[in-house]
């Protein structure tokens, strides 16, 4: 298996506290993702990064911010979360990007209550 | 927005027959790709098709493509208990950082 961690693999928040999630990755990959799955809509991608500190937003990125000080790490915040913010995040990593596979971590589910 | 499509939404079969998933994308593409996730658990990558590419197969997996249709297939032979999961098939795109696109899934069960 790649070697990506994330943590916490579960988490149950309330309502307007800030939320880190950290992806951790062992492959040197340049690429990183953070994606949400919901029923019903798939995979949606919130933001991703090419590089340290280059990353840009995704479909869904309103209500999260990221970072990517080192090459390992792509940290994901809630700013202040929202019960729509419930959901299973994961973080995908990828060496090429074009005609490349991902790997995927195993996911943290949030709970914001 | 998703960019593919997946059909049918949940596909139920015994084991050793054969499954076909389908996916329909909107827009241009680099590769098509599709992955298996378990009940759970993370995605898992299954196989890539280039855009210059009609065909591949895996062990017993077998995926096709047309660009010109936009559309994908993906064909488990010999289905296995152990092949319950659902599939997606992802396309990549040079926007967004080489991001892939998702469809909603086929939901997969295999019973014995």
């Known amino acids: 298996d790649a070697g990506i961690t994330q943590s916490p693999r579960h988490k149950v928040t309330e309502t307007g506290t800030p939320v880190t999630l950290r992806c951790h990755q062992t492959?040197?990959?340049?690429?990183m993702y953070w994606y949400r799955q919901d029923p019903g809509h798939g995979l949606r991608l919130i933001h991703y990064?090419?590089?340290?500190?280059?990353?840009d937003k995704g479909e869904v990125s309103d209500g999260y911010s990221v970072s990517r000080s080192k090459t390992e790490d792509f940290l994901l915040t809630l700013e202040s979360a929202t019960s729509s913010q419930t959901s299973v995040y994961f973080c995908?990593?990828?060496?090429?990007?074009?005609?490349?596979?991902?790997?995927f971590g195993q996911g943290t589910r949030l709970t914001v209550v | 927005s998703q960019q593919g499509e997946e059909d049918p939404q949940a596909l139920s079969i015994q084991e050793g027959e054969n499954a076909t998933m389908n996916c329909s994308y909107k827009?241009?593409?680099?590769?098509l790709q599709w992955y298996r996730q378990n009940s759970g658990r993370g995605l898992v990558h299954l196989i890539l098709?280039?855009?210059?590419?009609r065909e591949k197969h895996s062990g017993r997996l077998r995926v096709t493509l047309d660009t010109s249709k936009k559309s994908s297939s993906l064909l488990i032979t010999a289905s296995r208990a152990a092949d319950t999961a659902s599939y997606f098939c992802?396309?990549?795109?040079?926007?967004?950082?080489?991001?892939?696109?998702f469809g909603k899934g086929t939901s997969l069960l295999v019973t014995p």
């Open positions: 992802a396309t990549g795109h040079s926007n967004s950082g080489y991001a892939l696109n």
């Open positions: 990064s090419y590089g340290v500190k280059d990353t």
């Open positions: 827009t241009s593409i680099n590769n």
């Open positions: 098709i280039r855009s210059n590419e």
């Open positions: 492959e040197n990959h340049r690429y």
């Open positions: 995908a990593i990828s060496a090429k990007g074009e005609n490349t596979e991902a790997f």
